[in-house]
């Protein structure tokens, strides 16, 4: 399956601070998806991304896809304790199938 | 949220156990599967059944069988497990498998169940 690197694994903020993960890989993407997953509960599907160079915005969250479509990011603004979760992009590529990252897990502290 | 739930939420078996987990989604949706998620792994799909019929089997051993007998329900049949198959299996859901944006294919959403806690003694 599609291989997708994604980083940091670990993220600890200040509430108030600011929060960016990534997602690359080494081949063209036909897309991507972004879930979250809190503490103790399932992965929730977040957005996708189709475009090259798309940006989309949910309130604090902006979320990116590279214009050559192989990498993409996701953007907290002004972190919250709610924030707190596992964060994970998942990727199809040519193989379609769906591969998940590894996910970063984001810490907020108050 | 109640759209796809799973049962049992929580399971101890034995190695030499049989047991089934039950996945059963309220969304009309065509295309079901399951995932592992262990604590270092990143989410491993499984299976991947698609109008009832399976379409994936990522190379797992075969003392897990799934079943899907219609749309709506999968289950995962378990037998002769061993302690690494102790994880979080989550069941997830989607329209269907994937649609046609952007001049490609993409896959669509998927919808999670909250998933069984599985340890294998």
């Known amino acids: 399956g599609q291989q997708v690197m994604q980083i940091p694994q670990y993220q600890h903020v200040q509430e108030g601070e600011d929060f960016t993960t990534y997602c690359n890989s080494s081949t063209t993407l036909s897309n991507i998806q972004w879930y979250k997953q809190r503490p103790g509960g399932h992965p929730v599907f977040l957005i996708q991304l189709v475009k090259s160079g798309e940006v989309k915005k949910q309130k604090r969250l902006t979320f990116q896809f590279g214009e050559a479509k192989k990498n993409s990011s996701l953007h907290i603004t002004a972190t919250q304790t709610t924030d707190v979760g596992t964060y994970f992009c998942?990727?199809?590529?040519?193989?379609?199938?769906?591969?998940f990252g590894s996910g970063t897990q984001l810490t907020v502290l108050p | 949220e109640t759209g796809v739930t799973q049962t049992p939420r929580h399971l101890v078996m034995g190695m030499t156990n049989k047991k089934s987990l039950k996945c059963e989604q309220h969304l009309g949706h065509n295309a079901m599967y399951w995932y592992k998620q262990s604590a270092k792994k990143p989410l491993e799909l499984m299976f991947v059944?698609?109008?009832?019929?399976?379409?994936e089997n990522n190379s797992v051993p075969s003392r897990f069988s799934p079943e899907c007998p219609n749309s709506s329900h999968l289950f995962l049949h378990l037998h002769t497990l061993q302690p690494e198959d102790s994880a979080l299996y989550l069941c997830a859901s989607s329209q269907d498998l994937w649609s046609a944006s952007g001049g490609g294919s993409s896959y669509n959403e998927q919808f999670f169940g909250p998933g069984t806690r599985l340890t294998v003694l």
């Open positions: 998942a990727v199809s590529g040519s193989a379609r199938q769906l591969t």
């Open positions: 059944y698609n109008f009832k019929e399976q379409t």
